[in-house]
């Protein structure tokens, strides 16, 4: 049997790239013939609607096939995921509801590991080669969840000014979460939406290159018009155009992170 490992996409920073870059990286890695699951963890739907036109989204938002339903009920997560048509792509979908979620957290019995409890039988089985998990732009109870059911995190960063700020919270929080989940790891640093033609690019390389103990990917993802138009088309870029230079670059950092999650 298959063992499944578990990759959160977080960043506190919201525009960093995290839905982005886990719509593409599951895409890529089903493309390559694993079997991947991706938990869209945003009340905002964007990996949603990354694979799904919009009145499809909402329909699963409003119904019970989404994230809040299986963590308000606590129940296995099986019976929340649906097919995204792409072969060997299944999704959990999101809702608005998710603005709810840390209350509903609240009043629960060992409330950072209810996700990884619901995803206990999923795993188990073995199915799944991945589950990747979209994180919200926060650092809370939720978020901790995530953390708690992930073998490892992938920090999205955007290569921007600003793209580094707030970036030691990030892994401050990892190492709080590591004391309730001992096994999570972070897998590295993910810089996206890079200007090779601005100097702040090669400083923010740089700055990254510098940090202890955290890995920074080789391969980053340029600015591409094409993420903007496969996004329009609800369809992730490395399927939507397979030649663009984002798709290339997506496929290659999918590469490295299938090289690095071995566990
Ligand atoms: N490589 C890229 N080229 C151009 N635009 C991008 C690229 N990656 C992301 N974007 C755009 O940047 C915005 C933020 O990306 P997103 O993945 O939603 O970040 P987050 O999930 O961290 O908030 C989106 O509008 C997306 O279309
Ligand atoms: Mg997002």
Partial sequence: MSKTVVIAFANNKGGSGKTTTCSNVGCAMAMMGKKVLMIDGDMQLNLTISLFDEEKAYEYAKGEQNIYRAIVSEKDLSDFI?????????IVPSTSLMSAIEFDLFAKWQRETVLKKCLERVRAKGYYDYILIDSPPTLGGWVMNIMCASDYVVIPVEASPWGLFGLANMFEFCEQ???????????GVAV???DERKKYFKQTMETLGEMENVRLFENYVRVDSAVEWSQDNS???VAYKQKSRSAIEYTKLTKEIIKYGNR
């Fill in 235 to 237: 369809k992730p870029v």
């Fill in 177 to 187: 979460a590591k004391k309730i989940a001992p096994r999570l790891e972070i897998m």
């Fill in 192 to 194: 996206t939406k890079a």
């Fill in 82 to 90: 649906v097919e995204t048509g792409i072969d060997g792509l299944d």
